[in-house]
T-cell receptor
Framework: DAKTTQPPSMDCAEGRAANLPCNHSTISGNEYVYWYRQIHSQGPQYIIHGLKNNETNEMASLIITEDRKSSTLILPHATLRDTAVYYCIVRPSTGNQFYFGTGTSLTVIP | ETGVTQSPTHLIKTRGQQVTLRCSSQSGHNTVSWYQQALGQGPQFIFQYYREEENGRGNFPPRFSGLQFPNYSSELNVNALELDDSALYLC?????????????FGSGTRLTVV
């Protein structure tokens, strides 16, 4: 079962920051937060992951609250190509499966 | 570095038939997982293979089975196909203990059962 809660859909203006929230109130101490996205008819694509600290890479930033019960994925300058379904996933460091929810459908508007 | 490739991309089968889907893992990855994604839903974990043995299974019946080969490629077999088996089947490869970057997914095989 999915261990995360995400809004079903969001819109974002092109060029603006997209902030996608995720609640994971039952997260355990050894569970990572992963973000993937899925563009229509493609496989999910890795974006970023973290355990406790905020993380940043060339695609996005991940902000995890101090109590780790929620996180936010930030796409700093959204483009039309960022339109996709974004999945927030928690899993143990040694677990062997991801529990996907239904994700957030992000639409970037010109 | 090659990614994960799956074949075929699309497939139509009749209820009751059997199907085999194939996956080539990303170079260097030794673990492969299979997911089923129904329309409008997130992917659901079917099972994972490591060192040619099943290493975890989701809530899927035994008619879903798999193989992993010495070169880490993999097959998903589904027997006695049902209409509800119509879905996108995703293969994902990783290292044994992917505490790092998680899985690399293929683009999937779209199976339609009629």
């Amino acid at each position: 079962d999915a261990k995360t809660t995400q809004p079903p859909s969001m819109d974002c203006a092109e060029g603006r920051a997209a902030n996608l929230p995720c609640n994971h109130s039952t997260i355990s101490g050894n569970e990572y937060v992963y973000w993937y996205r899925q563009i229509h008819s493609q496989g999910p694509q890795y974006i970023i992951h973290g355990l406790k600290n905020n993380e940043t890479n060339e695609m996005a930033s991940l902000i995890i609250t101090e109590d780790r019960k929620s996180s936010t994925l930030i796409l700093p300058h959204a483009t039309l190509r960022d339109t996709a379904v974004y999945y927030c996933i928690v899993r143990p460091s040694t677990g062997n499966q991801f529990y996907f929810g239904t994700g957030t459908s992000l639409t970037v508007i010109p | 570095e090659t990614g994960v490739t799956q074949s075929p991309t699309h497939l139509i089968k009749t209820r009751g038939q059997q199907v085999t889907l194939r996956c080539s893992s990303q170079s260097g990855h030794n673990t492969v997982s299979w997911y089923q994604q129904a329309l409008g839903q997130g992917p659901q974990f079917i099972f994972q293979y490591y060192r040619e043995e099943e290493n975890g299974r989701g809530n899927f019946p035994p008619r879903f089975s798999g193989l992993q080969f010495p070169n880490y490629s993999s097959e998903l077999n589904v027997n006695a196909l049902e209409l509800d088996d119509s879905a996108l089947y995703l293969c994902a490869s990783s290292y044994r203990d992917p505490g790092g970057y998680g899985y690399t997914f293929g683009s999937g095989t779209r199976l339609t059962v009629v």
